[in-house]
Nanobody, 130 residues
């Protein structure tokens, strides 16, 4: 059973930084897609960033390009989200997600689409104040 646990959320002032972590257990993600999504109150869940853990290719939502960086540590089965120059509109619950490991390689075609992901963490709150 795959489980994801996020950490690193908290409260920060606008312009500040936070780093989120997500550790997966139950499967070793060496060549699959992992991603971060977020959902603000009253809004739909949106893609933040995604990474293929095999070759390290990264993808970002338009609203975070140039400010957020996704990375992975395959030895720790973890993915990280470095968030810089945070804005009040970044306030949301942030979720880590992974695809269902069907084989040795990723089958995700659109890494920023939430329908590609089968496993989700419980989320971590990020609050940015002005």
């Amino acid at each position: 059973q795959v489980q994801l646990v996020e950490s690193g959320g908290g409260s920060v002032q606008a312009g500040g930084s936070l780093t989120l972590s997500c550790v997966a257990s139950g499967y070793t993600y060496s060549n699959h897609a992992m991603a971060w999504f977020r959902q603000a109150p009253g809004k739909k869940r949106e893609a933040v960033a995604a990474i293929y853990t095999g070759d390290g290719r990264t993808f970002y939502g338009d609203s975070v390009k140039g400010r957020f960086t996704i990375s992975r540590d395959n030895a720790k089965n973890a993915v990280y989200l470095q968030m810089n120059n945070l804005k009040t509109e970044d306030t949301a619950v942030y979720y880590c997600a992974t695809e269902k490991p069907i084989g040795a390689f990723s089958v995700v075609a659109d890494p920023l689409s939430q329908v590609e992901y089968a496993y989700w963490g419980p989320g971590t709150q990020v609050t940015v104040s002005s």
